[in-house]
Nanobody, 120 residues
Framework: QVHVVESGGGLVQAGGSLRLSCEAS????????MGWYRQAPGKQRELVAA???????NYADSVKGRFTISRDNAKNTVYLQMNSLKPEDTAVYYC??????????????WGQGTLVTVSS
């Protein structure tokens, strides 16, 4: 069993910053990619940022230059530093982890989500 848990959401004023954390735990042999997605009310879930085990990053155009994804491989944890937040960043942010379990089976897990609200 692999579990993914996010933390760090909250209410912030426009222009402010938040840092999200996501930890994967359980029977994990290797995590390949960890990423952050978000879903605003009435919209589809979209990729915000992803980071591979090799260090390759992928950002949504809307967050480039404002958000930074980083990772602590020893802790199976990924972070999302969000600066210069805008009201349109308001959404539930979900973490996704993909990799191999201790039994060498592929896994992909979502966290329960953490709400980020940016007030104008």
């Amino acid at each position: 069993q692999v579990h993914v848990v996010e933390s760090g959401g909250g209410l912030v004023q426009a222009g402010g910053s938040l840092r999200l954390s996501c930890e994967a735990s359980g029977s994990i042999f290797r995590i390949n990619t960890m990423g952050w997605y978000r879903q605003a009310p009435g919209k589809q879930r979209e990729l915000v940022a992803a980071l591979s085990s090799g260090g390759d990053t992928n950002y949504a155009d809307s967050v480039k230059g404002r958000f930074t994804i980083s990772r602590d491989n020893a802790k199976n944890t990924v972070y999302l530093q969000m600066n210069s937040l805008k009201p349109e960043d308001t959404a539930v942010y979900y973490c996704n982890a993909q990799g191999l379990t201790g039994l060498m089976a592929y896994f992909g897990r979502w966290g329960q989500g953490t709400l980020v609200t940016v007030s104008s």
